[in-house]
C-alpha cells in the first residue's frame, strides 16, 4: 500500500483554494528566483532536460538511481533524462566565462522514476539549479555558512512578501539557523536513524544546516548517499526546517562547495567508482581544466509546498500519484492538482 508513506495531518483547514494556490505559487517562484538571483549574483540560463550517458555529466544521487533513457533517431543514440545538473553546470560557467562570485541558476526539470512517493516526494523533480564560481580562498566551512544565510535571507524575503498578500498564511521560517555536523548529530543522538536526527534538531532549533554529508560517520554509516564527484564531502550540507503542518523536518535545500581535483580523487576511491576518472568530465576536473565552483538546488515545489503551509506536495504540483494515495488524500481535505 503506497499510503503506508502518507501523513494525514490530525487537522487541515487548507488555507487557500485551489485558484489562491495557483496564483500563490506563481507569487513565490517569481518572488524567489528574483530574491535568489539578487543575493548570489546569478545570471538565468538554459539548461538541457537530458545528456548523453556517455558524458558523465549525469548525476547518479544515491548511486542506485535509474535514469530514464530513450534513443533518438536522428542522432542513432540514447540520451537519459537529467537527475540533476550538478555537473553540467560547472562545464556552462567555464564555457559561458563566468566571473568569481558571479554564477548561473536554472529551471531543472528531471524525471525520478525510481522515488519512493510521499508527501514531499514526486516522481518529477522541479528545482532551481544554480551554481557560481568561487577563489581557491573561499572553499571553507565559514563560505559556505555564509553563503547559506543568503539562500535563508531570500527565503524569509519571500514568505514575507506572500504572507502581505494572503494574509491567512504565517511567516514561521526565520533567518535564525543553527549549524551542526552530520557527525556531531551522530553524536547527539546516537540512537536515532538519520531523518530521527533530523526531525529532533529542527524540531529543537527550527532551522538548520547540517554539515559534511556523504562520508562514513564513526558508526561506519553515512549521515546520506551523495555521489562522489560533485559535492566535497568536507564542504557541503542540507538545509532543513520544521514544518508545523506536518510535525516533521523537511529539507529544503542540498548545496556544497563542488570537488576539487584532490577532493575527487580521494572520494572516487572512498565510493569505489575510480572508472569514472575516464569520462570527459571527470578528465577535465582532475586536469583542473575546470573553474572552482560552489551549487545547489532549491525544490521549487517543495519550497511552494511549504511557504503555502501545504500538507502534499501534489496539492502545488500536477504529477501522478497511486490511487490509493490519491483516495486518502481527497477523504482528508488533501486536493491534490
Given at each position: ?18 485558484m ?30 537530458y ?12 548511486g ?36 568569481p562570485e ?13 522515488e ?7 516522481v ?5 539549479d544554480?551554481?557560481k564560481?568561487?577563489?581557491d580562498?573561499?572553499?571553507t ?23 502581505a ?7 514561521f ?9 552530520s ?13 530521527e ?5 529542527c524540531?529543537?532549533?527550527g532551522?538548520?544546516f ?10 561506519g ?10 559535492d ?17 523536518a ?13 577532493a575527487?580523487?580521494?572520494?572516487l576511491?572512498?565510493?569505489g ?18 573553474p572552482?565552483?560552489?551549487?545547489g ?18 496539492e ?5 500519484w ?13 486536493h491534490?492538482?
Open positions: 500500500m503506497s499510503t503506508q508513506n502518507l501523513m494525514i495531518p490530525q487537522v487541515y483547514p487548507a488555507k487557500l483554494d485551489i489562491e494556490t495557483e496564483k500563490a505559487i506563481k507569487l513565490v517562484k517569481d518572488t524567489f528566483e528574483t530574491e535568489l538571483a539578487a543575493v548570489l549574483e546569478l545570471t538565468r540560463v538554459s539548461a538541457p532536460l545528456v548523453r550517458p556517455e558524458s558523465g555529466l549525469n548525476d547518479d544521487l544515491n542506485v538511481e535509474r535514469p530514464v533513457q530513450f534513443d533518438i533517431k536522428d542522432i542513432g543514440a540514447d540520451v537519459a533524462i537529467v537527475h540533476s545538473l550538478a555537473k553540467w553546470k560547472r562545464m556552462a560557467l567555464k564555457r559561458y566565462g563566468f566571473k558571479t554564477g548561473l541558476y536554472t529551471d531543472m526539470n528531471a524525471i525520478r522514476r525510481d519512493e512517493l510521499d508527501n514531499l516526494h514526486s518529477y523533480v522541479d528545482q532551481w544554480w551554481e564560481v568561487i577563489l580562498e573561499d572553499r566551512l565559514h563560505f559556505l555558512k555564509h553563503t547559506v544565510r543568503e539562500i535563508l535571507s531570500a527565503i524569509v524575503a519571500t514568505q514575507k512578501i506572500l504572507c498578500r494572503f494574509e491567512q498564511l504565517d511567516c521560517i526565520t533567518k535564525d539557523v543553527h549549524f551542526v555536523s557527525q556531531e548529530l551522530e553524536d547527539l543522538y546516537p540512537d536515532l536513524t538519520p531523518k536526527r533530523e526531525n529532533e534538531i524540531k529543537r532549533y532551522v538548520v547540517i554539515t559534511q554529508i556523504g562520508g562514513k560517520l564513526r558508526s554509516k553515512p549521515h546520506d548517499g551523495r555521489a562522489p564527484d560533485y566535497d564531502w568536507d564542504l557541503n550540507g542540507d538545509l532543513l526546517i520544521w514544518y508545523p503542518v506536518l510535525n516533521r523537511i529539507e529544503l535545500s542540498s548545496m556544497g562547495i563542488r570537488v576539487d581535483a584532490a575527487l580523487n580521494r572520494q576511491t572512498l565510493a567508482c575510480e572508472n569514472r576518472r575516464e569520462l570527459p568530465f571527470h578528465k577535465m576536473l582532475l586536469n583542473n581544466e575546470l572552482l565552483t560552489m551549487g538546488g532549491i525544490g521549487q515545489s517543495r519550497l511552494c509546498m511549504v511557504l503555502l503551509q501545504k500538507a502534499h506536495i501534489g502545488v504540483q500536477a504529477s501522478v497511486p490511487d490509493d494515495m490519491m483516495g486518502a488524500c481527497e477523504a482528508n481535505g488533501i491534490l492538482l
